[in-house]
Nanobody, 123 residues
Framework: VQLQACGGGFSQAGASLRLTCTVT????????AGWFRQAPGKERELVAI????????VYSNSVRGRFTISRIKAKDTVYLQMNNLKPEDTAVYYC?????????????????WGQGTQVTVSS
C-alpha cells in the first residue's frame, strides 16, 4: 500500500484548503484511512478517520465542525476539506491507512503512511 498526499500550502486564518490522499492498493482491498498531523515540537495526532465499513467518520475535538473527511472508494482517494483554518492547524499533515482490525483512533495501528504535506496558517 502506498499513499500520496497533496494540497497543503499557506493560508490565512479563516480560509480553506483541501488535502487529497491517493492510495495505491490491490483492487478491492479494504482499509481504514484518514489524516493525522504533527506540529513542531508536538506528537503526531489524529485529525480525521474514515472507516472502510460504514460512513461515520471520527474527528478530533479540535477540528470537528470545521474539517470534513470524505473518500471515494472506487478511486482509492481520501479528502480532507479544511474550513475556517486557524493558526493552531499549522502542521505537517499525513494520510495513513490500516488493514488490521485495531481501533481507529490508535496511531500505532496504522501500517501505511504517506510522505506528509505542510499546512501553514497565518493569523
Amino acid at each position: 500500500v502506498q499513499l500520496q498526499a497533496c494540497g497543503g500550502g499557506f493560508s490565512q486564518a479563516g480560509a480553506s484548503l483541501r488535502l487529497t490522499c491517493t492510495v495505491t492498493v490491490h483492487s478491492g482491498s479494504a482499509y481504514d484511512a484518514g489524516w493525522f498531523r504533527q506540529a513542531p515540537g508536538k506528537e503526531r495526532e489524529l485529525v480525521a478517520i474514515m472507516p472502510w465499513r460504514g460512513d461515520r467518520p471520527v474527528y478530533s475535538n479540535s477540528v470537528r465542525g470545521r474539517f470534513t473527511i470524505s473518500r471515494i472508494k472506487a478511486k482509492d482517494t481520501v479528502y480532507l476539506q479544511m474550513n475556517n483554518l486557524k493558526p493552531e492547524d499549522t502542521a505537517v499533515y499525513y494520510c495513513a491507512a490500516k488493514t488490521n482490525a485495531g481501533t481507529l483512533d490508535q496511531i500505532s495501528n496504522y501500517e501505511h503512511w504517506g510522505q506528509g504535506t505542510q499546512v501553514t496558517v497565518s493569523s
